[in-house]
């Protein structure tokens, strides 16, 4: 297949599958195909050839009407005129490389490419983006805060184009806000499949928690020295009614728990709670143990005030 025919073919993919998820906007802000005439000026006004396949991308869109709403993940495609603008970001990465030669065998570079001037971006946005050497044909990305700041992306445009067009058909972007009203970014698979086990995992542990006693609950959040969980039994215990409370609350003391637990699961709730003089001595005791002389002193008084009552 031709160039121009490939890259046409995923650029219609790519904007079907944009159509499909709201993202038209970035479609209509393609702008129409180069004429021969502007292509032969920029090679004129360059001094090399722009490549069969350079030209066969600006003959399908020569960039964007209006910057931001990129086509090209967060970058816009870039027009003859921008790529020209925009080419110091390439020969500076260059200069760089060519100063530091320990950099440049991770960077992909041949000695040929390194050497050569024949160099354009075709897509970026804040001095980052793909550029291409269009003797050799390959893309490299441009990453002006990074070392290497060229790195080998994709053998060719086609190659590029295609592999791009690949992933966004497989569903391995989604649509999202911002640079403009809303750009394409790669989507974390690795961390999706954890969020989605995550919310698994707290589903069934709602639908088990449902299924067990205030008694049983309160049980398992000492034995396993949660505060905070025993803490969810009693707020929803006091929702449910003051009595319904009072029982959480004699229940979590046969439970065995440590001074010192009830002290902290109890903390945000001592002025709500009516206890023996002993079940606050209790409290007072857990205060002190973890430090907290604030639940202690409430703990004591609250003592003596059931004490003489």
Same mark, same amino acid.
């Given at each position: 297949?031709?160039?121009?025919?490939?890259?046409?073919?995923?650029?219609?993919?790519?904007?079907?599958?944009?159509?499909?998820?709201?993202?038209?906007? #970035?479609?209509?802000?393609?702008?129409?195909?180069?004429?021969?005439?502007?292509?032969?000026? +920029?090679?004129?006004?360059?001094?090399?050839?722009?490549?069969?396949?350079?030209?066969?991308?600006?003959? =399908?869109?020569?960039?964007?009407?209006?910057?931001?709403?990129?086509?090209?993940?967060?970058? *816009?495609?870039? %027009?003859?005129?921008?790529?020209?603008?925009?080419?110091?970001?390439?020969?500076?990465?260059?200069?760089?490389?060519?100063?530091? !030669?320990?950099?440049?065998?991770?960077?992909?570079?041949?000695?040929?490419?390194?050497?050569?001037?024949?160099?354009?971006?075709?897509?970026?946005?804040?001095?980052?983006?793909?550029?291409?050497?269009?003797?050799?044909?390959?893309?490299?990305?441009? =990453?002006?805060?990074?070392? !290497?700041?060229?790195?080998?992306?994709?053998?060719?445009?086609?190659?590029? +184009?295609?592999?791009?067009?690949?992933?966004?058909?497989?569903?391995?972007?989604?649509?999202?806000?911002?640079?403009?009203?809303?750009?394409?970014?790669?989507?974390?698979?690795?961390?999706?499949?954890? *969020?989605?086990?995550?919310?698994?995992?707290?589903?069934?542990?709602?639908?088990?928690?449902?299924?067990?006693?205030?008694?049983?609950?309160?049980?398992?959040?000492?034995?396993?020295?949660?505060? %905070?969980?025993?803490?969810?039994? #009693?707020?929803?215990?006091?929702?449910?009614?003051?009595?319904?409370?009072?029982?959480?609350?004699? =229940?979590?003391?046969?439970?065995?728990?440590?001074?010192?637990?009830?002290?902290?699961?109890?903390?945000?709730?001592?002025?709500?709670?009516? #206890?023996?003089?002993?079940?606050?001595?209790?409290?007072?005791?857990?205060?002190?143990?973890?430090? $907290? $002389?604030?639940?202690?002193?409430?703990? #004591?008084?609250?003592?003596?005030?059931?004490?003489? %009552?």
């Amino acid at each position: 297949m031709k160039p121009e025919e490939s890259l046409r073919e995923a650029f219609e993919q790519i904007k079907a599958w944009m159509a499909k998820h709201d993202a038209e906007l #970035l479609v209509q802000n393609l702008a129409p195909g180069a004429s021969e005439e502007q292509l032969t000026e +920029a090679e004129e006004e360059l001094g090399f050839s722009l490549g069969r396949e350079l030209r066969a991308l600006w003959s =399908l869109h020569d960039g964007q009407h209006e910057e931001m709403n990129g086509f090209v993940e967060a970058f *816009d495609l870039y %027009s003859i005129e921008r790529a020209l603008a925009e080419r110091d970001c390439v020969l500076n990465a260059l200069a760089f490389l060519r100063e530091s !030669p320990r950099a440049v065998p991770e960077s992909g570079l041949t000695k040929d490419e390194l050497l050569s001037d024949a160099w354009l971006p075709f897509a970026g946005r804040d001095s980052d983006g793909l550029a291409v050497n269009t003797v050799s044909g390959r893309v490299f990305e441009v =990453l002006h805060d990074d070392s !290497p700041p060229l790195r080998l992306h994709a053998d060719s445009i086609v190659a590029w +184009a295609t592999q791009y067009a690949s992933r966004v058909v497989a569903d391995d972007y989604r649509v999202e806000e911002g640079f403009g009203d809303y750009y394409l970014e790669l989507r974390d698979r690795d961390a999706e499949r954890r *969020d989605e086990e995550r919310l698994r995992f707290e589903q069934g542990e709602r639908q088990r928690k449902q299924k067990m006693s205030v008694k049983e609950l309160l049980d398992e959040a000492v034995a396993r020295d949660r505060e %905070s969980a025993a803490q969810e039994v #009693l707020e929803r215990a006091q929702r449910t009614s003051q009595a319904a409370f009072a029982e959480a609350v004699s =229940l979590l003391f046969a439970a065995g728990a440590s001074p010192a637990f009830l002290a902290g699961t109890l903390r945000p709730m001592l002025n709500r709670l009516t #206890l023996s003089a002993a079940q606050w001595q209790i409290i007072a005791e857990g205060g002190a143990r973890i430090g $907290n $002389n604030a639940i202690r002193d409430i703990a #004591l008084a609250r003592a003596r005030t059931a004490a003489s %009552s």
